[in-house]
């Protein structure tokens, strides 16, 4: 069976034209005028978008003492509700477990997904069998991309030793390395230091993680990426400081990439004041939210280019889960919520406010990840031959968000009493309509896994410079006798 999309604007992350899509066996076959199909899809009003990509998700993952309280059923409805068509979780052995049998817990639980999805691998420990297995992660797994945790001191955290030792070995792979990069030391100082003056609630999380903390990692990972001689992609790009440390890799021509979350692009810091504990607790992430001006600079760095990507960080925990950090804030599980809202906030605050374009919203939302993660254009494209995974979009469509009328699990919303303009009036993923009007339709169990090939073009460059760049010995003539 086919289905067609008919009167509907095409909006790519580089173009805009009235066309129709064919969509059958799961890609699309034909884009044109006048195109028939079994299945009519109205978009007229609407614009035709690949649908979104969401690099970055913790569903169902052990943290904290708890699991976060969405997992691959609920969070993938979640994402397709919103217009997001794949997600890429994070696979996180636990102490000295390998990577293997980390994917294969991965695996298991991913079977109940309603949309395609992948995974990071996360480098959690270091030594011999994580190096070999880093192999097979790349060449049999299909994951080209390794996250490293520079905080959560005691848990995730790596040291830079191991964190260089991973970049290099990234560099052989032709893999890339994530991070998430705040200074766990300092952090676990200032965590002390405010708990032993009292200041133990949900409002000192965010004293514990100032910008510097931030800041200084960030540029911390980019001097050992490039030392290491690999390409770098910095999970949730919080504020200037870290905006700033990108900014200037990339004028210098280093190969770095910024990812700020909807939720620090569009909630501050004066959500952690609110009088009800649980209001604040709910709000509780790493890195917290931020204030006006740090805001004002991920906003620009998305125009200007010197971010790349929007994503949630979605890790979901219910307001009893956050419960249990009454009386000592480092204890509140770290993570909010965003999946279904991703698009809608990002649609409404940016491409409505005039601060984002259409096709700029397209390219940070899911084009430019695509092609960073190598499943271009299987994914983030509207071609031929791509994967029909597809939002039809309709500007005029409104809502209030709600936790009442939600997909995720958890019994509030972060954005609630938002009004966003600007929803999916169908989202299909691979040729399935998945989301109707509202309606969801998925089927649990439809997505699979994307396998991504290492050495994307950026990597392969970069290797080339470094290679040619590399110290080499100076060969000599005439070497004089040793003065001894
Ligand atoms: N971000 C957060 O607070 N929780 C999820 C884990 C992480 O990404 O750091
Ligand atoms: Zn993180
Ligand atoms: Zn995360």
């Known amino acids: 069976m086919s289905t067609i999309i008919k009167n509907g604007t095409i909006v790519t992350a580089d173009l805009t034209y009235k066309a129709d899509v ?21 978009a007229s009003g609407c614009f035709v978008m690949p649908g979104g990509i969401d690099p970055h998700t913790h569903l169902e993952m052990p943290f904290m003492g708890t699991y976060s309280s969405d997992d691959f059923e609920s969070g993938t409805r979640a994402a397709l509700s919103g217009g997001t068509t794949m997600v890429v979780d ?25 949309c395609d999805y992948s995974f990071h691998m996360a480098i959690t420990w270091w030594s011999e069998q994580v190096f070999d297995e880093m192999e097979t992660v ?34 052989e792979l032709g893999a890339l390395p994530l991070v998430h990069a705040e200074n766990g030391d300092v952090v676990a100082e200032l965590q002390r230091k405010l708990m032993e003056e009292g200041n ?36 949730h790009t919080s504020c200037e400081e870290a905006h700033e440390a990108i900014r200037r890799a990339r004028m210098q021509g280093k ?49 200007s280019g010197s971010l790349s990507v929007v994503a949630t960080d979605h890790c979901a925990f219910t307001t009893e889960q956050k419960r249990y950090g009454v009386g000592d804030f480092t204890k509140i599980p770290n ?19 005039g601060r984002l374009t259409p096709n700029e919203f397209v390219a940070v939302t899911s084009t430019n990840i695509a092609k960073i993660l190598n499943c271009y254009p299987k994914k983030g494209a509207v071609l031929v031959g791509a994967d029909a995974d597809l939002v039809v979009w309709d500007p005029e469509k409104e809502k209030v968000i709600s936790a009442e009328n939600q997909q995720s699990e958890i019994d509030y919303n972060v954005f609630e009493g938002k009004k966003v303009k600007g929803l999916p009036r169908y989202t299909l993923t691979r040729g399935r309509v998945a989301v109707e009007d509202g309606a969801f339709k998925g089927q649990e169990g439809h997505g699979e896994f994307v396998k991504r090939e290492p050495s994307t073009p950026v990597a392969k ?21 040793s003065g001894v």
């Open 138 to 171: 790349v060449r049999e797994r299909g994951i080209n991309t390794f996250k490293h945790f520079m905080a959560y001191k005691g848990a995730l955290m790596v040291n830079d030793d191991e964190m260089y030792a991973s970049f290099k070995r990234c560099a």
């Open 90 to 114: 994070f696979a996180l052995p636990s102490p000295e477990q390998g990577l293997l049998d980390a994917l294969q817990m991965w695996d298991n639980k991913s079977t109940r997904a309603h």
């Open 255 to 303: 190969r770095v990439y910024g990812e700020p979350l909807i939720q620090h692009l569009t909630l501050d810091d004066s959500e952690y004041a609110h009088p009800d504990w649980d209001h604040a607790a709910r709000r509780v992430m790493s890195p917290p939210f931020r204030n006006k001006q740090h805001q004002d600079s991920l906003w620009a760095g998305l125009q």
């Open 22 to 42: 064919l969509v059958e066996g799961g890609k699309i076959v034909e884009i044109g005028q006048g195109l028939l199909g079994d299945e009519v899809l109205d």
């Open 335 to 353: 993570g909010t919520g965003g999946l279904e809202d991703r698009m809608p906030m990002l649609w409404t605050y940016g491409v409505g406010t």
């Open 461 to 481: 460059a970069l290797s080339t410079w470094k290679e040619l760049t590399a110290p080499r010995k100076v060969e000599r003539s005439g070497i004089p006798a």
């Open 200 to 235: 133990d609630g949900p409002e000192a999380h965010a004293f514990s993680r100032p910008p510097q903390v931030e800041g200084e990692a960030t540029n911390r990972a980019i001097m050992i990426a490039d030392m290491a001689g690999v390409p770098l992609y910095v999970v």
